[in-house]
């Protein structure tokens, strides 16, 4: 398995051009089974989520033709094209892997009129239940079984029919199978409660150019009035406000400056404000930020995680290394996850003062950390330890990098150019 090595201690200073966004991607993809024609997406980061998506919709039928240039955006090209469905299965195998192949469920029920999804069971985050995606697809009239540990459900022989959907909480994979669904349900559906992320909206405005007719796009109540087909259409995929933050924090907690490429300041208004609260400045460019914290005793900010457009849990693990740099305590509070606290005996053995208390951590920041040999047990766990190797004394060695492959392109090079000392060891 690969390691990663780093050697901390200097500034990052430089560029980093950011991807499309791996969970507005991967919410994007499985809408390909809605129609016959091709959907054509750009800005498709490369990254083993990606790679997971594509062999996933390969087997329900989609052919894939992918095309990754070096540069960004439009070189960036992925073509889908699921002219029927071969097989309405997704196995365990792939499904275990990545929990956002449960996205296929929607699309499959709608076109095909059953599908057959193995339940992804919990992860180190959380247990992680698809409760609400399932009550969502029967008000649409799908009947749901579960079945040696398969979802099996099956539309009404006239095929899925619009309706109220109240989502008690807010659901980001909930609420896209409910819009992918409801776009060839019959009649409106009216989703309340849906999430606002800027990944539905993406997948909002990607299934309006294939003919799906939504209104309130960006708001929590979604009108769908259901179509008998969609269409060819190209998209282009968001940047990734995860991977920008993760960078933004980079240059903070290196006491670095770093101008990130290719992202919207705007999809991370929660993040920026709080950075800026710690001493870090933040200038907005037209296709970007910078941050610049060089010189900076920048001092620790509470931060609570919320649905956006509050603070998102993906930046939770990434703000506590931040925070066990900073001068003074701050309290961080996890509220969408019951168990995303994992990196905190990891970073603790790099001498962070942590300290859990139910949902919240109290953290006490210290001037240095310093290298160690850590565990990445999940996807922003992983980056939250590269984050802290990059600031402390001597070298960092962190296992099981594949986490951080599901969710970070190049993540070496990037880090690399703007001076870090980092290799990927393999074995
Ligand atoms: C691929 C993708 O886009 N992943 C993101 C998505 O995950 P995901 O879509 O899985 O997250 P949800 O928004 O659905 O989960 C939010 C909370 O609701 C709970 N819940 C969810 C569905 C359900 O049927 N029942 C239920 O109880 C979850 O356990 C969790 O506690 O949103 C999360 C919250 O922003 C992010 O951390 C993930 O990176
Ligand atoms: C939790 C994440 O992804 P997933 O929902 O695919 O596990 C993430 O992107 O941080």
Sequence with gaps: MDRISITGGGPLLGDITIGGAKNAALAVMPAC??????????????????????????????????????GSGESRRLVLHARTIASDTAPYDIVRKMRASVLVLGPLLARHGHARVSLPGGCAIGTRPVDLHLKALEALGARIELQGGYIEATAPPGGLVGAEI??????????????MAA??????????????EPEIADLAACLTAMGARIEGIGTNTLRVT??????????AILPDRIETGTYALAAAITRGCVRLRN????????????????????????????VDARDRALVGVDVMTKPYPGFPTDMQAQWMALMATAEGASMITESIFENRFMHVPELAR??????????????????RLSGAEVMATDLRASVCLVLAGLAAEGETTINRVYHLDRGYETVEEKLAACGATIARLRD
């Design 263 to 290: 992202t919207r300041a705007d999809l991370l208004h929660a993040v920026i404000e709080a950075l800026e609260e710690t001493g870090a400045t933040v200038t907005r460019h037209d296709d970007g930020f910078m």
């Design 166 to 179: 109240v989502f008690p909480t807010v659901t980001v994979g909930g609420t896209e199978n409910a819009l």
């Design 33 to 70: 089974l809605l129609t016959d024609a091709p959907l054509t997406l750009t800005n498709v980061p490369r990254l083993a989520d990606i790679e997971s998506m594509t062999s996933l919709l390969g087997q329900h039928g989609a052919a894939a033709d992918a095309s990754f240039g070096n």
């Design 183 to 196: 776009t060839l349900a019959r009649g409106e559906t009216v989703i309340e409660n849906a999430a606002r």
């Design 350 to 367: 790099m001498g962070a003062d942590i300290n859990i208390h139910g949902g919240s951590a109290i953290v006490r920041g210290r001037s």
């Design 226 to 235: 259901g179509v008998p087909a969609l269409h060819a259409a190209t998209h």
